[in-house]
């Protein structure tokens, strides 16, 4: 038997969904990632107009997404750390707090892509000390049971912020003008973080403080007697790459395959899948085995990959870029809540952390190889393979569970 069968819990009652959503605390920290959401998106497209203003290379563009992805990599296992030895609450309120005075000193930097660059990895440094808080909390005050409703909430609310806050950035530059926009982002952080203070975390209990180094190195130790987390890591990897590549690839399929200009309504039509995904999650997930789920989640995008790139009418792309979303929930949800589930409260911060610094390893390799391989080989067959692989990684995974 694998070792994730033995925290499997039985179907989650009516009853306990009930009290989900009785809990205070939960829609408190809801706000938060909701402010949170929205401040991060709408501050991304603020940098990119400031940085844009007198010259619209795209180049500015990946120079802003680097400088911000660059932290998670360098800091998040070691931010993971420093998470465990402080209180949830202060940590996510300082986190907010520090979000929001960067971005209202964000005039100091005027038009200078330099300091634009700074601000943009100071944000992305403090978000490595937030994104792993933020998880912990999760388990912190939800109980085990009500964890997968809880984790699909959180989901649909990560695509809802995405797309909306992509969306109202341009119109929120407009009606404030670019000088002031930060003062709109700085009142949404102020919000996150004020949210934070109503939820009701248990008692921090401090514990004896090893050398930092060695409460770094004891994550890989711990990992090491806890390989199903291992396993579930790697997975939520796999997801994040594929989805990092279609980034790429949409691209190239939507001008030399679909011959459109807009290739983001691939993106947006695996979002709203995505958000289906969850939604169908937080009402079934319960009800069978987060094994099962994950299978099927990873046959379905494999082969709604394959069936994508095979199709050269839009409705057909649209509805199989859908069904790559809904896997992608059905594989993301329940492996959230295994991690959760199997890490033990005093490691929640330093595994969280390193789970954020290989996303961000697994998001970004995929998108330096997509498109060089898609040069060589079309992005219709780039496409095909890596929908393959995925549904060969499904049966191979299915298979060792088995043995």
């Known amino acids: 038997m694998d070792a994730v069968q033995l925290i499997e819990r039985p179907p989650v009652s009516e009853p306990a969904k009930s009290e989900l959503h009785r809990n205070l605390s939960f829609y408190a920290l809801w706000a938060c990632a909701i402010a949170n959401g929205l401040g991060e998106k709408v501050f991304f497209v603020a940098l990119v107009l400031l940085a844009t203003t007198a010259n619209h290379a795209n180049s500015l563009v990946s120079a802003i997404s680097i400088a911000l992805a660059v932290p998670a990599v360098l800091f998040g296992s070691v931010a993971g750390v420093f998470v465990d030895r402080f209180p949830l609450r ?44 933020f998880t912990a909390a999760i388990p912190a005050i939800i109980r085990r049971e009500q964890l997968m409703a809880a984790n699909a909430f959180f989901t649909m609310t990560m695509i809802a912020t995405l797309i909306t806050g992509f969306a ?129 989640g990873f046959l379905l995008a494999g082969s709604s990959l394959v069936l994508l790139a095979l199709s050269h009418s839009l409705p057909l792309v649209l509805l199989f870029a859908m069904l790559t979303g809904v896997a992608g929930a059905m594989i993301d949800v329940p492996v959230t809540t295994l991690l959760q589930e199997g890490v033990d409260e005093e490691m929640r911060g330093k595994v969280f952390g390193l789970q954020s610094t290989l996303m961000n390893l697994a998001s970004t390799l995929p998108m330096a190889f997509a498109g060089p391989l898609a040069d060589l080989w079309g992005t219709t067959a780039v496409m095909v393979a890596l929908g393959l692989s995925l549904v060969a990684f499904s049966f191979l995974r299915s298979m060792k569970e088995q043995s």
Not at 104 to 109: F, K, T
Not at 185 to 199: E, K, T, W
Not at 230 to 248: D, E, K, P, R, Y
């Open 90 to 133: 202060w940590t996510l309120f300082l986190a907010s707090f520090l979000r929001m005075a960067l971005v209202l000193a964000l005039p100091l930097a005027g038009g200078n892509l330099g300091l634009l660059l700074a601000f943009a990895f100071g944000f992305g440094l403090i978000t490595q000390f937030h994104n792993p808080t």
């Open 168 to 296: 109202l950035a341009g119109p929120l530059s407009r009606l404030t003008g670019l000088p002031r926009i930060h003062l709109v982002v700085g009142l949404i952080f102020l919000i996150g973080a004020l949210s934070v203070l109503f939820v009701r975390f248990p008692p921090f209990v401090k514990r004896k403080e090893e050398v930092f180094l060695a409460q770094w190195r004891s994550t890989w130790t711990y990992l090491q007697t806890k390989r199903y987390l291992l396993v579930g890591m790697s997975q939520v990897m796999i997801l994040f790459g594929t989805f990092a590549a279609l980034n790429v690839l949409a691209i190239g399929f939507s001008r030399d395959v679909l011959h459109l200009s807009d290739f983001g309504i691939i993106i947006a039509a695996a979002g709203v899948g995505m958000a289906l995904g969850a939604m169908v999650m937080g009402r079934f997930g319960a009800c069978f085995p987060k094994q099962r789920w994950i299978f099927h």
